[in-house]
């Protein structure tokens, strides 16, 4: 069954784009993530006449669609009314190259009959400034140029270059490649520059995905989850952001619509998290770079919830009006307001996401004091605001509470600043960290727990249910058999169990009450299952998660029950965290898999 967002994510750490069932690319900001989407449609209302690229089979009947086995590389194939059929195979090139990762921000396009002689039309149709700039169009000797107001793209291709700059039909009789990219001259043959980087690239994503260290069981949808992490993560900087895209909204004709493409500390924890789980550590890595610096230039240690992928720079929200939006839905929103809030639980997510740099022996250089000394200024706020009101994690822009979930994480990050200290051999620091976070945990049993309701709250000043209170065995704070954490598990299935999902919370908000289940909460409510020895529930309700899947195993931010069909950013990286972490716990160990019958 096809739903709005069937789409296909094709990226290389610095660039990605999003192509539809037929293969038209309708989303590419460039020249980085969260740069000007140069391709738009995907914004652009129910029918948008520009904003994309595509190769549009005359008489188009059927089309089919999949990744190259284990890698980024998308396959679409066009049949028309008369059996006449091509492939159109889109890459961003990433391979290793003079010792170094070449990702530059290209996008390379093959077009190949497979049989007979099909019509098609070529067309590229970028846009600049959000929708309000029509690029000017300039040919050259086999390329086009495309210029903006701020930038330039060139099309370089071997197919007749008056086609392609008239949209003229033309018979595919011979393979075709197209390279979009920087306006920079191609000397190389367009054919073979194009087959070389296809097949560079297909290999890189077949090795990366070789050194997985994956379930016995689901081990596709995970190798996509993983590719998918890996392509949301900006290199340059270290930078994971939340999905590739803006202003999908989170629910039919809801004003809930959001800027994804910037680096939300919280979410980024979780990313390599589920990557460490893998045995993929260079992301972490790179994340606890991205972090050194983002704490280096924060006064005091203070911590915004997220960032832009170059953390120095404002990202202010607005709406852009040239834009209708997601199926018309609009508005547009460019930046994002959650940068202003205060969500004290990133102190935690942060000190977590570089536990492991502490104690995992395959890294090059382990990390070390300086890098201890440099949280310690995180956990001194975790101390002074774990107890304070916050917008929480789901950033209700209308009021603040003292979030249990933000308290618990500022716990679980002095918690592990005080076992990075023992294993550092720093026994003071280590007791010092420990107190204080016994002292938070006994404050929080005391004023989050309700013996009335036998179970947790959403915040000390409330009695509502929070689905990330589903998360606290995860962190430690709990065990998952604790009758505290049975009970909160059997509140939220009373509470916020709808039509087989987890919605996050039970109250309204700024908007009013959500419409759609968030699917990282499904997971983390699978995962509380298996947790608390639920395995048959927890195993079927993993199934139903997977069942709502696009056409290519992907996942949104949220879904409606009511439908099965997806909504909010795609690809969302927690919905893909989530699925890697369930499948990783669920599932039956290679030993059992494969003798145990």
């Not at 019509?119 to 169009?137: N, S, Y």
Request: aromatic content about 10%.
């Amino acid at each position: 069954m096809s739903q709005p967002l069937d789409l296909a994510p094709v990226g290389n750490g610095i660039i990605a784009a999003l192509f539809d069932r037929i293969g038209r690319c309708s989303w590419l900001c460039w020249p980085r993530f969260d740069g000007d989407p140069v391709f738009c449609a995907l914004l652009g209302g129910e029918a948008p006449q520009d904003g994309f690229m595509e190769v549009e089979l005359v008489g188009l009947k059927h089309s089919r669609q999949n990744y190259r086995r284990n890698t980024a590389v998308l396959e679409t194939e066009l049949e028309d009314e008369n059996g006449a059929r091509l492939r159109i195979t889109d890459a961003a090139p990433r391979f290793s190259r003079f010792g170094r990762i070449f990702r530059p921000p290209m996008l390379v396009r093959r077009i190949e009959p497979l049989s007979g002689t099909p019509l098609i039309r070529l067309r590229v149709r970028p846009r600049g400034d959000w929708g309000k700039d029509a690029p000017i169009k300039r040919a050259g000797s086999n390329h086009l140029r495309f210029f903006t107001e701020t930038q330039a793209l060139r099309v370089t291709t071997d197919a007749p270059l008056v086609c392609l700059a008239e949209e003229a039909p033309f018979l595919l009789d011979r393979p075709v490649s197209v390279i979009l990219g920087p306006d920079e001259t191609v000397p190389e043959n367009t054919e073979s520059l194009v087959d070389d980087f296809i097949r560079h690239t297909t290999n890189y994503w077949l090795d990366w995905s070789r050194g997985l260290h994956l379930p016995f069981e689901w081990q596709d949808a995970v190798i996509r989850a993983a590719i998918t992490l890996k392509m949301c993560a900006f290199e340059e900087t270290g930078a994971i952001v939340a999905a590739l895209t803006t202003s999908i909204p989170e629910a039919p004709h809801t004003e809930r619509n959001w800027d994804y493409r910037y680096c939300w500390l919280r979410d980024a924890f979780f990313t390599v998290q589920a990557l460490n789980r893998l045995g993929t550590t260079r992301t972490m890595e790179d994340y606890i770079r991205y972090v050194t610096n983002v704490v280096a230039i924060s006064p005091g240690g203070v911590l915004r919830p997220c960032y832009p992928l170059v953390p120095s720079l404002p990202m202010p929200e607005r709406i852009e009006e040239a834009l209708p939006g997601f199926l018309g839905m609009g508005p547009v929103r460019v930046g994002n307001q959650a940068a202003e809030q205060v969500q004290n639980d990133v102190y935690g997510s942060v000190i977590m996401a570089a536990a492991q740099m502490f104690f995992d022996r395959r890294l090059p250089r382990p990390a070390g004091e300086p890098l201890f000394r440099l949280l310690e200024r995180l956990g001194e706020q975790a101390e002074k605001l774990a107890l304070q009101p916050d917008a929480g994690i789901w950033e209700y822009r209308g009021r603040e509470r003292t979030h249990t979930f933000s308290a618990a994480m500022c716990w679980a990050g002095l918690a592990r600043l005080s076992g990075i200290a023992r294993h550092l051999g720093l026994e003071r620091e280590a007791e010092r960290w420990a107190a204080s976070a016994r002292n938070l945990h006994a404050i929080i049993c005391e004023r989050a727990f309700r013996p009335h309701l036998n179970s947790f709250v959403e915040s000390f000043e409330s009695d509502g249910m929070d689905a990330a209170l589903l998360l606290l065995p995860e962190i430690g704070f709990l065990h998952a058999t604790d009758p505290r954490f049975l009970g909160t598990l059997d509140r939220v299935t009373q509470r916020l169990l709808h039509q087989g999902f987890i919605y996050r919370y039970d109250m309204a908000d700024d908007f009013g009450r959500p419409e759609t289940a968030f699917l990282v909460c499904s997971f983390w409510y699978v995962d509380a299952l298996a947790a608390a020895g639920r395995l048959d529930e927890a195993r079927a309700m993993f199934g139903s998660i997977l069942s709502c899947r696009n056409h290519l195993g992907l996942l949104a931010e949220d879904l409606d029950p009511k439908r099965n069909h997806l909504w909010g950013n795609f690809p969302q990286t927690y919905s893909h965290v989530g699925l890697i972490l369930s499948a990783m716990r669920l599932s039956r160990s290679w030993e059992h898999g494969l003798w145990g019958g």
